[in-house]
């Protein structure tokens, strides 16, 4: 087997301790060691938020670091998580919440790392054509006659109560229980007065439907459109390109983007196990290493490779949608109803904002979520939020992976955090659609600012 490039062996290692695992990993000044696993099978789902895994085969930053990947598609987000936990992947493109789920026990139990954010952004609500036109007199009309964005669902509340004085639930889908989507639907639906519903897991009930206004299920993302169309739901959140797709199809339009919810939010996440990580240091390392050359290429030159990136992407080995599809939202504009093209050039972000650092803070506003809305059945201390969230948000691995990049000259100080003052939490968030402010200094705090939701004290 030939080398791209010649490796070094470390000569020595530093163990990081974060308290829950100890793993070996070369300093800065050290020079990385050989591959322990060479061979890996990395999964994902068709979404455009997959692109730094795609981009890091493509462009050859998995082999510069002598690592040889098969990238496989799989079926819905439980496959995949399964697939990492039984060994069959090496690693995989996750939501958010599965890695921080499965570590805390909700639903499948298992120690899931994650060393790299994937992106920030890159979703959206989608309605029917149908509850499109029955929002529109609600939502305020700019001088052109299009409507003021973003678009609360205070205009989708209306629509909801008429449904339910009709006796008719009203479906929505999201992509999995613990998904981003979930979380965003329900906070856009409840900042404009709408239930979403409880989970109440200790009594058995995960159907998180619970004094719901809006009934929310699960419907893997490439079947969204379809699912739309038959009728089964009115709307759903969804990743890319599957809210493009409904325009495309003129079954409906998209309503609202996750940048308009929350700015900047975390989105998808690289899992793996805890013991791979622990088993094979350098794999890891060198496996962030390319994830994160590919972010850079991604987003460098403001943009520029994104055409190229969207012809990658719509290879039916990766998204496998149209190329027009995939550009239409991720090469710097988003259309909401058909010909409402708008520029949203950070629709799609995956290095700029240090979107590629894993934040405890991030796991954390998940993790709030997640007792808001009663998959965490009782109160849990900020110190619960923080310890669980260093179990799985890995900046160790992170920096060890941007420091040996920046002493090789592939990347520079100013691109990254500065490492010897970051604590792994963001500056309060201010950007939500509702103006709450988010500390993830302060779940329990932040848990109780909301008026629909449980609050500190509440058990269903």
Request: hydrophobic share 40%.
């Amino acid at each position: 087997m030939q080398w791209k490039k010649p490796f070094r062996k470390i000569a020595s290692s530093l163990l990081l301790l974060t308290g829950f695992s100890t793993l070996a990993l070369p300093t800065q000044a050290e020079e990385l060691g050989y591959p322990e696993k060479e061979e890996l099978t990395f999964g994902f789902i068709k979404l455009t938020d997959m692109a730094p895994i795609a981009i890091a085969y493509e462009k050859g930053f998995f082999e510069d670091e002598g690592l040889y990947v098969t990238i496989e598609a799989q079926a819905n987000w439980k496959v995949l998580l399964d697939g990492v936990i039984d060994g069959r992947l090496d690693g995989a493109h996750m939501l958010a919440g599965q890695p921080i789920a499965a570590t805390m026990g909700f639903g499948t139990k298992a120690d899931i790392i994650t060393p790299f954010s994937m992106d920030l952004n890159g979703n959206g609500i989608t309605v029917s054509n149908a509850i499109w036109e029955q929002m529109k007199p609600n939502i305020p009309k700019q001088a052109d006659g299009r409507p003021v964005h973003p678009i609360k669902a205070d205009a989708l509340k209306p629509v909801v109560e008429k449904y339910k004085a009709d006796g008719k639930p009203f479906n929505m889908g999201m992509v999995f229980p613990v998904s981003t989507h979930n979380y965003e639907l329900r906070y856009w639906l409840a900042a404009g007065g709408i239930h979403p519903g409880y989970y109440a897991p200790h009594k058995g009930d995960i159907s998180g439907q619970i004094d719901a206004d809006a009934l929310l299920s699960v419907t893997p993302p490439p079947q969204m459109p379809a699912t739309l169309e038959a009728g089964t739901i009115y709307g759903y959140c969804v990743g890319e390109p599957w809210n493009q797709q409904a325009v495309f199809k003129d079954i409906g339009v998209p309503v609202v983007t996750d940048y308009e919810i929350w700015k900047d939010n975390p989105e998808k996440v690289f899992g793996i196990t805890r013991e791979f990580a622990e088993k094979y240091p350098n794999t890891t390392v060198r496996i962030t290493r390319a994830l994160i050359r590919a972010a850079m290429w991604l987003d460098e030159n403001n943009n520029a490779n994104r055409p190229e990136a969207v012809k990658i992407l719509s290879q039916s080995n990766y998204v496998g949608a149209d190329y027009d599809v995939i550009a239409n939202s991720m090469t710097g504009t988003f259309e909401y109803e058909k010909g409402d093209k708008r520029e949203v050039p950070d629709f799609n972000v995956f290095f700029r904002y240090n979107a590629t650092y894993p934040y405890y803070s991030d796991a954390i506003w998940y993790l709030t979520q997640m007792r808001r809305w009663g998959q965490i059945s009782e109160d849990k201390s900020d110190e619960w939020y923080k310890e669980l969230a260093a179990r799985v948000y890995r900046p160790d691995i992170y920096q060890a992976a941007a420091k040996s990049l920046i002493a090789e000259k592939l990347a520079s100080t100013q691109q990254f955090p500065d490492f010897a003052t970051e604590d792994g939490f963001r500056d309060p968030q201010t950007h939500f659609i509702d103006g709450i402010v988010y500390n993830g200094q302060k779940p329990n705090e932040y848990i109780n600012k909301f008026s629909i939701g449980l609050k500190s004290g509440q058990k269903l």
